[in-house]
């Protein structure tokens, strides 16, 4: 299966909607550079790095690096209002950017990062839902899902169609926020929620209810959860996005700790996105 580029995906959907209304940033992406960083590495093919998404613009920019700099690809697509994705949605090793449309429940994914691609579109969910992306049955496919804040349940589909879900997972309280995962990396993602109050990850190897298999604590009130494959090493390990400052802090374990890396990029406004862009 192709492990790498579907099992360290991540969402940041919670507070996409709040972030995209204070937007008054229209600066192009291609102008983008970060202050400061204090992890420097080139990276190699699997490894996530970094991105944002511009809601007032509806425009991805790209680092195919973690470390400060411009984008290396812009992606104009979707309309205000949309949440950034990203995700191998074909299967063929390339992570693609795509958005979930809260107005009518739907995903717009694209198999290229180009600004005139064809997008896959799937309906799935309901009015209130969260997306939640990755490769949950091990196939080397990133597919759909959401979190359904109300019963804090999780709806997975395996494929990137319309239809029911193919996984139902109850995990988490009222006020979490879905995440997903390779986190002890043997393929697949499963999943997780970060919980704002207490900035704490939890954290499932399966895609099942049960107790939590890591609790790990990072970040302070603001921050947005993010995942991905820091260092390349076939696991999903944690971080949060710092709005304030456009800060990524990033953990290269799933364990409490200090940040591993800490990448500057973006301006105030602008939405987190993760994939191994290379």
């Given at each position: 299966?192709?492990?790498?580029?579907?099992?360290?995906?991540?969402?940041?959907?919670?507070?996409?909607?709040?972030?995209?209304?204070?937007?008054?940033?229209?600066?192009?992406?291609?102008?983008?550079?970060?202050?400061?960083?204090?992890?420097?590495?080139?990276?190699?093919?699997?490894?996530?790095?970094?991105?944002?998404?511009?809601?007032?613009?509806?425009?991805?920019?790209?680092?195919?690096?973690?470390?400060?700099?411009?984008?290396?690809?812009?992606?104009?697509?979707?309309?205000?209002?949309?949440?950034?994705?990203?995700?191998?949605?074909?299967?063929?090793?390339?992570?693609?950017?795509?958005?979930?449309?809260?107005?009518?429940?739907?995903?717009?994914?694209l198999n290229k990062n180009t600004d005139d691609g064809s997008a896959v579109v799937a309906l799935f969910g309901m009015?209130?839902?969260?997306?939640?992306?990755?490769?949950?049955?091990?196939?080397?496919?990133?597919?759909?899902?959401?979190?359904?804040?109300?019963?804090?349940?999780?709806?997975?589909?395996?494929?990137?169609?319309?239809?029911?879900?193919?996984?139902?997972?109850?995990?988490?309280?009222?006020?979490?926020?879905?995440?997903?995962?390779?986190?002890?990396?043997?393929?697949?993602?499963?999943?997780?929620?970060?919980?704002?109050?207490?900035?704490?990850?939890?954290?499932?190897?399966?895609?099942?209810?049960?107790?939590?298999?890591?609790?790990?604590?990072?970040?302070?009130?603001?921050?947005?959860?993010?995942?991905?494959?820091?260092?390349?090493?076939?696991?999903?390990?944690?971080?949060?996005?710092?709005?304030?400052?456009?800060?990524?802090?990033?953990?290269?374990?799933?364990?409490?700790?200090?940040?591993?890396?800490?990448?500057?990029?973006?301006?105030?406004?602008?939405?987190?996105?993760?994939?191994?862009?290379?």
């Amino acid at each position: 299966m192709k492990r790498g580029s579907a099992r360290s995906l991540s969402v940041f959907v919670l507070l996409a909607a709040a972030l995209a209304a204070a937007c008054k940033n229209t600066a192009a992406p291609e102008k983008l550079a970060g202050d400061s960083a204090s992890f420097v590495k080139s990276a190699k093919k699997g490894q996530s790095t970094i991105g944002i998404f511009r809601p007032s613009i509806t425009t991805f920019a790209l680092r195919k690096s973690l470390t400060v700099g411009f984008s290396d690809v812009s992606v104009r697509f979707g309309q205000a209002g949309d949440m950034p994705l990203a995700g191998d949605w074909d299967g063929n090793g390339s992570v693609t950017v795509g958005v979930y449309r809260p107005s009518d429940s739907t995903f717009h994914l694209l198999n290229k990062n180009t600004d005139d691609g064809s997008a896959v579109v799937a309906l799935f969910g309901m009015k209130g839902d969260l997306p939640v992306v990755g490769d949950w049955d091990g196939n080397g496919t990133t597919t759909i899902g959401i979190y359904r804040p109300d019963n804090s349940t999780f709806y997975l589909r395996n494929s990137n169609t319309n239809g029911k879900p193919d996984l139902t997972v109850t995990f988490g309280i009222k006020g979490d926020v879905p995440i997903a995962g390779d986190w002890d990396g043997r393929g697949g993602a499963s999943i997780g929620v970060y919980r704002p109050g207490i900035s704490t990850f939890f954290l499932r190897n399966s895609n099942m209810t049960g107790k939590t298999d890591f609790a790990i604590t990072l970040g302070v009130n603001g921050d947005v959860p993010i995942t991905g494959d820091w260092d390349g090493d076939g696991a999903a390990t944690i971080g949060v996005y710092r709005p304030g400052s456009s800060t990524f802090i990033l953990r290269n374990s799933n364990t409490n700790g200090d940040p591993h890396a800490a990448v500057t990029f973006g301006s105030p406004g602008d939405v987190p996105v993760i994939g191994s862009w290379n």
